[in-house]
């Protein structure tokens, strides 16, 4: 069983920035694909960035490429989604994601939730105009 818990999430103006962070229970995630998806009021679950931990590919959404950076830090089992530029339709809960997979696997999984079988309980983020 894995446990994800997010935090940083908040209350920001327009052009800020936030840094959430998804802390995982497992010692280890080698050979996983780990995410972060929004889903603001009234609308579907999105996949907003996805890391391969074997290897650090990455994907993001059209609409957060060049704002926000997803990482990882091995030593504290931590996954980091770095928020900048922040705008009021980025409004959402994150949610934090893992799935067993390889490389190749998690280029297929890329931003679909539903290739994606543990999640965390979520952390709101509010940007203001």
């Known amino acids: 069983q894995v446990q994800l818990v997010e935090s940083g999430g908040g209350s920001v103006q327009a052009g800020g920035s936030l840094r959430l962070s998804c802390a995982a229970s497992?010692?280890?995630?080698?050979?996983?694909?780990m995410g972060w998806f929004r889903q603001a009021p009234g609308k579907e679950r999105e996949g907003v960035a996805t890391?391969?931990?074997?290897?650090?590919?990455?994907y993001y959404a059209d609409s957060v490429k060049g704002r926000f950076t997803i990482s990882q830090d091995n030593t504290k089992n931590t996954l980091y989604l770095q928020m900048n530029s922040l705008k009021p339709e980025d409004t959402a809960m994150y949610y934090c994601?893992?799935?067993?997979?390889?490389?190749?696997?998690?280029?297929?999984?890329?931003?679909?939730?539903?290739?994606?079988?543990?999640w965390g309980q979520g952390t709101q983020v509010t940007v203001s105009s």
């Open positions: 994601a893992a799935h067993p997979a390889g490389t190749v696997a998690c280029r297929a999984i890329s931003l679909d939730s539903r290739g994606f079988g543990y």
């Open positions: 497992r010692d280890s995630f080698s050979n996983y694909c």
């Open positions: 890391i391969s931990t074997n290897g650090g590919r990455t």
